[in-house]
């Protein structure tokens, strides 16, 4: 299994919880240092006038409707005095020119230091085009920066004692690698490769793990938070003019229908799209997709899930 993902929120958790060493036991169950707490913080992003999308054919889209809210999640991790912030975005790329001012923007308001504050970008293809100064971007920004700000004074705010556990499950068929060798011996590395000259085969496998870091707290009244990711780019509705938030938005869905708090984290691996027409039948409905997802990790419920402890290097793992 692929222990990415997990160690890089270990990472963000040690660069400031010095205390956060962390051990487990084996068995079903993991035990987080003592007083190590987990908050969660959630706002809508979403627009309400025109703007240009990031994705697609970026210079000509402008939004004319909303398929579906985009949002930003924050996630607090505090152990002791210190405190860590994660973002998940419902935006195609975290760029400087918005995440330094709203990490300050951030800071300023909680006392947070910069360093302690992570923004990552689900990479949605149909959402605001934050790279560059579009339509409506300029007047976007101050939006985006008081809905970040008042996630994370949320997620301060719902500090509750916790757990952690993490690990993954392949989710086969459901994302390809878009380059392909083809069968005169030469590459084709568009969405769909190039079907009068043949696909031979991709140039690697794809990743197809979908990992997991659940906190689970004590407090009755605190619902669990789980994050997770997936290596997809979220291409489905990268042609329209509708802002979405693509195939997460129904995976987090999913999973707050089942009593959880839910964020998503574009995984590292850039040149992986949705299942293609090969090596079966296309997913066209990025909901259909979303669904699968989360339903291909059993999310439902989460109680056929067994969750261990790997003690050789101390990474949480699931055994189904």
């Not at 195609?92 to 709203?102: G, R, S, V």
Request: glycine content about 10%.
């Amino acid at each position: 299994m692929k222990k990415g993902f997990c160690l890089l929120v270990a990472a963000m958790m040690l660069l400031s919880l010095a205390a956060c060493g962390g051990s487990g036991e084996s068995g079903d169950s993991a035990k987080a240092p003592e007083g190590f707490r987990a908050g969660y913080g959630k706002e809508n992003i979403t627009p309400s006038y025109t703007v240009h999308l990031q994705g697609g054919t970026w210079s000509e889209r402008k939004t004319t409707g909303i398929l579906d809210y985009v949002y930003a999640t924050c996630i607090a991790l505090s152990q002791g005095d210190d405190t860590v912030l994660l973002y998940t975005l419902d935006m195609n790329l975290a760029t400087d020119n918005y995440i330094d001012p709203a990490k300050e923007a951030v800071s300023l308001a909680t006392g947070i230091p910069q360093e302690n504050i992570l923004f990552n970008a689900t990479h949605t293809h149909s959402s605001v085009a934050v790279r560059y100064d579009w339509t409506g971007v300029e007047k976007y920004k101050e939006e985006f920066y008081a809905a970040v700000v008042k996630a994370a004074q949320t997620a301060i705010a719902d500090l509750s004692e916790a757990e952690i556990y993490g690990g993954g499950i392949a989710t086969e068929g459901l994302n390809f690698v878009r380059h392909y060798i083809m069968l005169d011996g030469s590459y084709a590395g568009s969405n769909f490769g190039n079907r009068e000259a043949g696909v031979k085969s991709h140039v690697r496998e794809a990743d197809n793990e979908l990992q997991l870091v659940k906190l689970t707290r004590a407090a009755e009244d605190k619902k669990d938070i789980v994050l997770m990711t997936f290596p997809t780019h979220g291409t489905f509705n990268e042609h329209g003019t509708d802002i979405s938030a693509d195939f997460p938005s129904e995976a987090r869905k999913l999973l707050e229908e089942n009593g959880y708090l839910p964020a998503y984290f574009m995984a590292a691996s850039g040149d992986q799209v949705p299942s293609s027409w090969i090596p079966g039948e296309a997913i066209s409905d990025y909901r259909e997709y979303g669904k699968k997802l989360g339903l291909g990790l059993g999310i439902v419920g989460l109680y056929n899930i067994q969750f261990i402890v790997d003690q050789d290097d101390n990474v949480f793992v699931i055994e189904v």
